[in-house]
């Protein structure tokens, strides 16, 4: 009995996303392909893997065994191809979103390295600070600054993202520095978003929750870095963003001993089901390196 790989992979998205044609559509097949697909397996394994109702579908007591297999079985062939493949072999489109605010110096500086090495492939990059939908838009991975809400896409941290409150030495001239969370709620504080309170743990591991004033709303990064900067609020910031600026005198730590409570980390986050790629690994085993080292060069001292 010889399986279809294509097959599997189509089954493990289905079980992912809870519906067959929208795995069909995320790997190129009509919903009735898709469909067909799925039952030409089910006959060659003599199982039923899916209950099936008009509005979704759930895995079987045999789909949950064969989809431990089956997940394995593709990630093994997938390792294969990557370890036979030359560097100058891998080719293809590579769609990839990312924080914009990230990108400016922890992507964008690599990527002529990264295309020196892999000649064959080509990157299409968004950057954002928002959040993207990458199974709707079609993206192959995801690179995000954030704590993840549950999902069944496939996360993996690339690195911590430890915070820390600051603010230039012009606010602090001007305004003087608070001492305790109750006296930051009466400073203005920017954030990204919408977002108004902040959860801060004080030295004595008490939570406090407060909601200062924000002049501004913005879902850029680098403009409340800008804006903390010239002495508009203080913000929290994120050490490798704002590393270089507290070791130059441009930015001051204010409240050290507070963190943030449930502090974000770096993610890579890809489609759910399937495996990975090799041109997917490549470049997420490349940022992921970079990511860390830069990291270290940026902040390491100051923790």
Known sequence: MSIDLDNLELFV?????????????????????????IQKLETQL?????????????????GEVLLSYA??????????????ADADELNGKLRVTTSATLAQTHIIPFVPEFL?????????LH????????????YDLAIRVGN?????LLAKRISDNPIRLVASPQYIDKHGE???????????????????????????GQVHTINPPSPVTVNLGEAIAQWVKAGVAIAPASLWHAGPDIRAGDLCLVMPEYRLLD???????????????????????YVDKRINELNLERYGDLL
């Open 13 to 37: 998205r289905s079980a992912a996303l809870g519906a067959i044609g929208r795995a069909g559509e995320a790997l190129g097949y009509s919903a009735t392909n898709a469909s067909q697909r």
């Open 263 to 285: 502090e974000p980390k770096i993610w890579s986050v890809r489609p759910p089901g399937g495996v990975m790629p090799p041109r997917v690994r490549v470049f997420l085993d």
């Open 178 to 204: 608070p001492q305790t969370a109750q006296e930051l709620a009466s400073h203005p504080c920017l954030q990204v978003g919408r977002k108004r309170s902040l959860k801060l743990v004080g030295p004595d």
């Open 71 to 84: 997940t394995q079985i593709l990630q093994n062939v997938e390792d294969a191809r990557t370890a036979l």
């Open 46 to 62: 003599g199982v039923t893997l899916f209950h099936r109702t008009t509005r979704s579908i759930t895995l079987t007591p045999d």
């Open 116 to 124: 020196a090495q892999y000649p064959g492939l080509e990157l299409e």
């Open 127 to 138: 950057f954002s600070d928002g959040v993207v939908d990458i199974v709707e838009q079609g």
């Open 148 to 152: 993840l809400a549950a999902s069944s």
